[in-house]
């Protein structure tokens, strides 16, 4: 039985991203595929490895966070670094996003309220208006 195999087409479309972001994960060390002359063969690893990285990125993870979690994966011995690597960086991001969402709820506020000014000021300036053109018929 032959090991299942993916083209740098076929992990592009299946995971919506260009070829290039691709070889650029490549050139980073991420993903190894192996080559047949110039074409890039992607094993089942390099495929779950690139949609860790698609996850980690999503989730505003750097690269070189989610290669160290990567990297730190070892089949053979159970896994406690990798993972209370991935626990710290995961809470740390959680934290991380927390603020931010505080920061956009706050820009949202700030945001609505100007809105509710200009409208205000506008149609202030619309019934002033109104009101001279009536005085000048």
Do not use: W
């Amino acid at each position: 039985m032959s090991e299942v195999s993916y083209s740098i087409t076929d992990l592009a479309e299946e995971f919506g991203v260009t070829s290039r972001t691709i070889r650029f994960y490549e050139d980073k060390g991420l993903v190894e595929p192996e080559r047949q002359g110039l074409t890039r063969i992607y094993s089942r690893s390099d495929r779950a490895r690139l949609k860790l990285i698609l996850r980690g990125r999503r989730l505003g993870f750097s690269l070189q966070e989610i290669k160290k979690m990567i990297d730190l994966y070892n089949p053979e011995v159970e896994p406690t670094e990798q993972l209370n690597y991935t626990l710290q960086k995961c809470e740390e991001q959680l934290e991380k996003l927390k603020v931010q969402r505080q920061d956009i709820n706050e820009a949202i506020s700030e945001l609505e309220e100007g809105i509710s000014d200009l409208k205000d000021h506008l149609d202030g300036q619309k019934n002033s208006q109104s009101g001279a053109a009536k005085k000048l018929a």
